[in-house]
């Protein structure tokens, strides 16, 4: 969304420098509201640091993925209906009889796993170069901030549809609250506006997700692009670039964000939104993955459907919650499992950034921990029996121990002598 | 006030500013926290539902032993089973497996905290709820259905909790304790009140 406002305006401004007839009204209006310089500031004139490669493009398909479930989310708000008695119909109405309606819960459903998809690489890339280190820890935060809210967001957006899966899911998770001690109970109750997960609950969670969070959402994107200029970029070869400007202020190791990054960058998000698409079109189930079975068939109080598993973007959190054999250790786990990540800046104990220029056992615990991550996401999909919970156990405790020993590491490791500026291009 | 400066230090008063700062403060949360007050308890249970939350009644006269009724109380499952001789038998064989044979945990009101967990011994009424993550066991009878030493019991789905025929939790199972019995009287021989 901001993305889009962001190029139309953009659009604009070039337009009304192009045509002399409009300069004089462009800079009218700038000299009144700003946004014009602000764009040029931002979209334009941002010091990027030339060595950028392909990891650095999850940030701006963050922001179309983002734009995407708003447009599409408007649209779908115009045939929901969010009642218990309704919610159900009102979804196979819009796939159904609605014009295109079944293109638009396709692109929302699609959506979201494509957005966590990006996101994920996106911290992956933050991870690898090292990006939370000093002075990104808070942009850092914020980003981890963005990642509770997609999934407070994702998991209010699940329920909506009211089917099986909705249904039991969120009391699954609700539930994991009762376990706070004294007041458990009746915050749950609270939460729920009701004895148990109802219309009521249903309502409510239609008002955060529609409004609360996407909102807050909007509000963090913000915070976190203002951060992220306010720093700078960080770089693959973790080098920085503010060391050595000249005598303009101009690092000598940036380029202008356009057109060096927009021009290369659109291309890249046109293949995004090819692939993204493709699926909408013929595999918007994902085999299963994307929108469950269960799912379409109407919740029903009464009967738990035989497996129940959360959606992939959110089930690494689950088989931890459920790896662990007591239930208020296992919601404390599964809250540290993120949470721990916010720490990150201060864990990491290594002068480096990058793990371009790092010994070979940060390596490992980055890799270690990143398939410990992988493994739980498939577990966590599958029941919690025999080998499987045997396997989770141990992914549960690697996951765990990297955030214990990567101090150590990164303290002992023998890094690389990191290069004063961004070796040769 | 004949200053052109209002920044002119000279001329402020500084303890009237304090007191001017730490009062807007103050009055500043008791408004914040007024505001609070209707936005929290907006979200508990309204009016309606907290009528339809109110007891129900329910004709237990022609339950046969065995048999499993679910109504809906608060939106929540409620098994009744009416339960037999041997079914109670069944009982005395799982006390040594049970994480907490006599009870002891608030699960139950004080009138079911004996070894059947009911009023009448026969008749178990019971929240069907897992009290691990909420999912709604299934009532197994039979002995020997779910494994080779059961005696009859629930069995959850989701996650494997295991319970026996007065929802009492078996040792080393993922629901830390027994299932919930509701409260409940006996208006009549025949006509049984949940909820209070
Ligand atoms: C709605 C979700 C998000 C959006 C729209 C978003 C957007 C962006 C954009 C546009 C950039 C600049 C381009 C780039 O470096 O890729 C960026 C940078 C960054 N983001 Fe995010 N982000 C999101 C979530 C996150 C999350 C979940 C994290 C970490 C947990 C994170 C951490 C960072 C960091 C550390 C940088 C700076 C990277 C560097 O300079 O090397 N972001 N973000
Ligand atoms: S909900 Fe019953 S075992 Fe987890």
Not at chain 1, 325 to 341: F, Q, T
Request: charged share 15%; with cysteine.
């Amino acid at each position: 969304m901001l993305m889009l406002i962001l190029s139309v305006a953009f659009v604009l401004f070039v337009l009304l420098n192009v045509l002399p007839l409009f300069k004089g009204l462009g800079r009218w209006i700038d000299a009144r509201l700003p946004v014009f310089s602000f764009l040029v500031e931002h979209l334009s004139h941002y010091p990027a640091p030339k060595n950028l490669n392909l990891w650095y493009v999850f940030g701006a398909l963050a922001i179309v993925a983002c734009a995407i479930q708003f447009v599409s989310g408007i649209w779908l708000v115009m045939y929901y209906t969010p009642t218990a008695e309704k919610a159900f119909s009102s979804v196979q109405l819009i796939m159904r009889d609605v014009p295109y309606g079944w293109l638009v819960r396709y692109v929302h459903s699609t959506g979201v796993s494509c957005w966590f998809i990006v996101i994920y690489f996106h911290i992956f890339r933050g991870l690898m170069y090292g990006s939370y280190k000093a002075p990104r820890e808070l942009l850092w935060i914020s980003g981890v901030t963005l990642l509770f809210l997609m999934m407070a967001e994702a998991y209010t957006g699940y329920v909506l549809p009211w089917g099986q899966m909705s249904f039991w899911a969120s009391k699954v998770i609700i539930s994991l609250l009762s376990s706070i001690p004294v007041v458990g109970n009746d915050l749950v109750v609270w939460l729920q506006g009701d004895y148990e997960v109802s219309g009521v609950t249903l309502h409510r969670f239609f008002a955060f997700h529609v409004v609360g969070f996407s909102f807050l959402i909007l509000l963090m994107i913000l915070l976190h692009i203002i951060m992220l200029h306010t720093v700078g970029s960080n770089n693959p070869d973790g080098v920085d670039i503010m060391k050595h400007k000249d005598r303009k202020g101009w690092p000598l190791d940036a380029v202008p964000y356009y057109p060096y990054f927009v021009l290369k960058y659109i291309p890249i998000i046109l293949v995004y939104l090819f692939v993204f698409f493709a699926i909408v079109f013929y595999a918007p189930t994902f085999y299963g993955l994307f929108l469950e079975a269960e799912n379409f068939e109407p919740a029903n109080p009464l009967v738990t459907p035989a497996h129940i598993k959360p959606a992939w973007y959110l089930s690494p959190y689950y088989a931890i919650l459920r790896s662990i054999p007591d239930k208020s250790l296992g919601a404390l786990a599964m809250l540290l499992s993120i949470v721990l990540w916010m720490f990150l800046p201060w864990l990491d104990l290594s002068p480096v950034r990058s793990m371009r220029y790092r010994g070979w056992m940060s390596r490992c615990a980055l890799a270690t921990v990143v398939s410990a991550f992988i493994l739980l996401g498939y577990l966590g999909l599958q029941t919690a029996t025999g080998w499987y919970l045997l396997l989770s156990r141990v992914a549960t405790f690697l996951y765990f121990s990297f955030f214990v020993l990567f101090p150590l590491i990164t303290y002992y490791d023998r890094d690389l002598q990191v290069p004063e500026r961004i070796p040769g291009v | 006030m004949s200053s052109s400066d209002p920044n002119d230090i000279e001329e402020v008063d500084q303890v009237k500013r304090a007191f001017l700062q730490k009062t807007s403060v103050f009055l500043g949360a008791v408004g914040a926290a007024g505001i609070a007050v209707p936005l929290v308890s907006y979200l508990s249970p309204n009016k309606s539902t907290q009528e339809a939350g109110k007891p129900i009644k329910v004709d237990i006269s022609s339950m046969q032993f065995g048999e499993q009724k679910t109504v809906l109380w608060r939106s929540k499952p409620v098994w009744i089973i009416r339960r037999s001789e041997a079914m109670l038998a069944s009982l005395n064989m799982t006390t040594g497996w049970l994480k907490d044979p006599d009870s002891s945990v608030g699960q139950q009101p004080d009138y079911a905290q004996n070894q059947t967990r009911s009023v009448r011994p026969d008749i178990l009424v019971l929240l069907g709820i897992c009290t691990h993550l909420g999912c709604s066991p299934t009532y197994r009878p039979e002995p020997k259905s779910v494994d080779d030493s059961w005696e009859g019991g629930f069995y959850c789905s989701c996650h494997g909790s295991k319970f026996d025929l007065a929802g009492r939790v078996f040792k080393n199972m993922p629901a830390p304790i027994n299932l919930e019995v509701p409260p409940y009287h006996f208006q009549d021989g025949n006509t049984l009140v949940i909820g209070e």
